[in-house]
Nanobody, 117 residues
Framework: QVQVVESGGGLVQAGGSLRLSCAVSGTMGSLGAMGWYRQAPGKQRELVAQINTGGRTNYADSVKGRATISRDNAKNTVYLEMNSLLSEDTAVYYC???????????WGKGTLVTVSS
């Protein structure tokens, strides 16, 4: 059974920082791209950052310069560090992982990040 477990959310003051972690286990095959999405109240889910197996990254314009995504391939874990947090960063953050072959993808249940001003 595939498990995607996020951690690190919570209440953060504006201007502060956070680090989210996501560990994936139980997949039938190695992972390809891993990433973080977020969904704010009343808005659609959007990509925050993505990283491929080689370490190539992609960021949403709204977090460029404030976010760093990284991964530990040996641990099937992806991290998201964000600083200079804004109230607009308040959202449920979801981890996403795609199998390297076969196209199957997995979502975590989400972790809430609330930025207080």
């Amino acid at each position: 059974q595939v498990q995607v477990v996020e951690s690190g959310g919570g209440l953060v003051q504006a201007g502060g920082s956070l680090r989210l972690s996501c560990a994936v286990s139980g997949t039938m095959g190695s992972l390809g791209a891993m990433g973080w999405y977020r969904q704010a109240p009343g808005k659609q889910r959007e990509l925050v950052a993505q990283i491929n197996t080689g370490g190539r990254t992609n960021y949403a314009d709204s977090v460029k310069g404030r976010a760093t995504i990284s991964r530990d391939n040996a641990k099937n874990t992806v991290y998201l560090e964000m600083n200079s947090l804004l109230s607009e960063d308040t959202a449920v953050y979801y981890c996403h992982a795609v199998l390297r072959f076969g196209g199957m993808s997995y979502w975590g249940k989400g972790t809430l990040v609330t930025v207080s001003s």
